[in-house]
């Protein structure tokens, strides 16, 4: 009961960051990404508040052996640059580039997004459920 409260509230302060920093409107996540035109620098102050709390966090998961409500740390990431890293990372980029939002905004964003937002997260799940069989057939590819 007390991982799901905590989920719960943690996924509730993910949203109303996601909101206030302006990763929902998809016009200032495209103008961060038009380095070359009219840019918005503003979303660098929205990456270092996630990756500077972040690393703190995984300094003191470090010393600890287990969480403090249960379960197991998750592995260490594969630290190889492979084939579904970076088709992966290029699908990502094309659609938070294309459309301006990556899934957690997609999600957050759903009451408010119009027909696009639900078209982009209903292509998101699509994509998401096909993936595994994509993987599949990479991987085959890769082996031959």
Same mark, same amino acid.
């Given at each position: 009961?007390?991982?799901a409260v905590?989920?719960f509230?943690?996924?509730?302060?993910?949203?109303?960051?996601?909101?206030?920093?302006?990763?929902?409107?998809?016009?200032k996540?495209?103008?961060?990404?038009?380095?070359?035109?009219?840019?918005?620098?503003?979303?660098?102050?929205?990456?270092?508040?996630?990756?500077?709390? &972040?690393? $703190?966090?995984? /300094? @003191? +998961?470090?010393?600890? !052996?287990?969480?403090?409500?249960?379960g %197991?740390?998750?592995?260490?990431?594969?630290?190889?640059?492979?084939?579904?890293?970076?088709?992966?990372?290029?699908?990502f980029?094309?659609?938070w580039?294309?459309?301006?939002?990556?899934?957690?905004?997609?999600?957050?964003?759903?009451?408010?997004?119009?027909?696009?937002?639900?078209?982009?997260?209903?292509? &998101?799940? $699509?994509?998401? /459920? @096909? +993936?595994?069989?994509? !993987?599949?057939?990479?991987?085959?590819? %890769?082996?031959?």
């Amino acid at each position: 009961m007390a991982r799901a409260v905590f989920a719960f509230l943690a996924g509730g302060l993910f949203g109303a960051g996601l909101l206030i920093s302006g990763m929902t409107d998809t016009t200032k996540v495209q103008g961060w990404l038009d380095v070359f035109g009219d840019w918005d620098p503003t979303l660098a102050f929205v990456l270092g508040g996630a990756i500077l709390p &972040m690393a $703190v966090a995984w /300094l @003191v +998961a470090a010393r600890r !052996r287990a969480p403090t409500l249960g379960g %197991a740390f998750p592995p260490a990431p594969e630290p190889r640059l492979g084939h579904n890293l970076v088709v992966g990372s290029v699908l990502f980029g094309a659609g938070w580039g294309l459309v301006g939002l990556c899934p957690g905004p997609a999600i957050a964003s759903i009451t408010w997004g119009g027909l696009g937002g639900l078209v982009f997260l209903v292509a &998101m799940v $699509v994509g998401m /459920l @096909v +993936a595994p069989g994509v !993987r599949t057939g990479i991987d085959r590819l %890769a082996a031959a």
